[in-house]
């Protein structure tokens, strides 16, 4: 009988959900360099990166013109804030980027398809009735309630995360 798995069979190889070697390399490599993706994207984030200048001093050194002397003034990176400015755009960016760990990113769903109206005597009294009261003539609900059935039905069948 030769050796191997049989039809169906699974004998070894990698469980499911244990990294491949490429993305373990990755893993092992950040450990080694102490560098967590995710946790510097949230400093990012919410704006919480020391000041890269002062270092968490708040204050510089600096040599006090036409002497030899050293004098101390504020971080002109931070102003004192012992953080670094992360604009409003990368913040975001970090937020955005963040949410797809945290949620399962939405799929957009295509709805096709043709609504058709007909116009009967009595829908054009009604319509008529309506400008008059001030109403919106087109009753769009049951247009609106159809096309969400139909993009539910068009999602049903998949079951993907
Ligand atoms: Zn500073």
Redesign the pocket.
């Known amino acids: 009988m030769p050796a191997g798995a049989r039809p169906g069979e699974r004998l070894g190889g990698r469980q499911k959900g244990t990294p491949n070697k490429a993305s373990q390399d990755i893993i092992e490599k950040l450990a080694r360099l102490s560098c967590d993706p995710i946790e510097g994207m949230a400093l990012l984030a919410s704006g919480k990166v020391p000041?890269?200048?002062?270092?968490?001093?708040?204050k510089?050194r600096y040599r006090i013109p036409g002497t030899d002397k050293v004098g101390e003034r504020l971080?002109?990176?931070?102003?004192?804030?012992?953080m670094e400015h992360i604009s409003p755009d990368l913040r975001g960016k970090m937020y955005a980027e963040l949410a797809n760990y945290a949620f399962p990113k939405r799929r957009a769903i295509e709805v096709s398809g043709s609504i058709e109206l007909t116009a009967t005597l009595e829908s054009r009294l009604l319509a008529g009735r309506r400008r008059l009261a001030g109403q919106p003539v087109i009753d769009v609900q049951p247009v609106v309630q159809r096309a969400i059935e139909a993009a539910e039905d068009a999602e049903e069948p998949k079951s993907e995360g």
Not at 51 to 57: E, F
């Open positions: 000041c890269g200048v002062c270092h968490g001093r708040g510089t971080c002109e990176s931070c102003y004192g804030t012992l």
